[in-house]
């Protein structure tokens, strides 16, 4: 069983195998649902500081937890019902998939009298059963975004489908990257525990890595 150590090494020695020539390494961040706080500090102990939760109920104990130099990514769908208690809790909302949403967190936002910076998802695949904005969409939605100066949209953010192919999964990372590029957004979060090699070399600066590091959920 390999320790976090070699776990930790061997992803970092992935990234740097396919990683463009003149690219920044991304910044990995350590997806924890369903992982305990002494689980995290393993990677904590180790230097990682970019951690994700998926559910904002399941975050906020661990946040409150775990040392306050984590930086934590909202990464999973986040429900309408759930912004007030995200907004500010979080360095990064990845997953913001309408315009409505995207008011709301702005508006939240303004109550605390902060900055929230936001990447917009889109789904690319256009699976149905995925969230995300549709890629027509992603310009009217940064236009809105002009007027909500509590919100930062620093990029874009996409899911492939579970088991696509090699060709499909570099059309879709590619495609976000092209998107991202002809609207000036500098990040990319792209790229998970199966398929994260290939969203490097299409040019994420995020990769979101659960179960190569954590191992399987419990």
Same mark, same amino acid.
């Given at each position: 069983m390999p320790t976090p150590k070699e776990k930790f090494d061997s992803i970092l020695a992935r990234v740097k195998a396919v990683l463009p020539p003149n690219s920044k390494n991304p910044l990995l961040i350590g997806v924890t649902k369903s992982h305990s706080p002494d689980q995290i500090l393993a %990677? %904590?102990?180790?230097?990682?500081?970019?951690?994700?939760?998926? =559910?904002?109920?399941?975050?906020l104990p661990k946040i409150e937890a775990l040392p306050k130099d984590i930086r934590w990514h909202f990464i999973g769908h986040l429900q309408s019902n759930k912004v007030k208690e995200a907004v500010?809790?979080?360095?990064?909302?990845?997953?913001?998939?309408?315009?409505?949403?995207?008011?709301? $967190?702005?508006?939240?936002?303004?109550?605390?009298? @902060?900055?929230?910076?936001?990447?917009?998802?889109?789904? @690319?695949?256009?699976?149905? $059963? =995925?969230?995300?904005?549709? $890629?027509?969409?992603? =310009?009217? *939605?940064?236009?809105?975004?002009? $007027?909500?100066?509590?919100?930062? *949209?620093?990029g874009l953010m996409t899911m492939a489908p579970y088991g696509a192919k090699e060709e499909e999964l570099h059309r879709i990372f590619g495609s976000l990257r092209e998107l991202a590029a002809s609207h000036n957004l500098p990040e990319l979060s792209m790229g998970m525990s199966d398929d994260f090699e290939i969203a490097v070399a299409e040019g994420a600066t995020m990769i979101r890595i659960g179960r190569a590091l954590f191992g399987e959920r419990p």
């Amino acid at each position: 069983m390999p320790t976090p150590k070699e776990k930790f090494d061997s992803i970092l020695a992935r990234v740097k195998a396919v990683l463009p020539p003149n690219s920044k390494n991304p910044l990995l961040i350590g997806v924890t649902k369903s992982h305990s706080p002494d689980q995290i500090l393993a %990677y %904590y102990n180790l230097g990682l500081r970019d951690f994700g939760e998926n =559910k904002v109920q399941e975050a906020l104990p661990k946040i409150e937890a775990l040392p306050k130099d984590i930086r934590w990514h909202f990464i999973g769908h986040l429900q309408s019902n759930k912004v007030k208690e995200a907004v500010g809790k979080f360095k990064l909302i990845h997953a913001i998939d309408s315009l409505k949403l995207l008011e709301k $967190t702005g508006s939240r936002a303004r109550e605390l009298g @902060i900055i929230q910076d936001v990447l917009l998802e889109v789904n @690319i695949s256009g699976e149905e $059963t =995925k969230h995300g904005l549709k $890629t027509g969409e992603v =310009k009217g *939605v940064l236009e809105s975004s002009k $007027t909500l100066p509590n919100i930062r *949209v620093l990029g874009l953010m996409t899911m492939a489908p579970y088991g696509a192919k090699e060709e499909e999964l570099h059309r879709i990372f590619g495609s976000l990257r092209e998107l991202a590029a002809s609207h000036n957004l500098p990040e990319l979060s792209m790229g998970m525990s199966d398929d994260f090699e290939i969203a490097v070399a299409e040019g994420a600066t995020m990769i979101r890595i659960g179960r190569a590091l954590f191992g399987e959920r419990p």
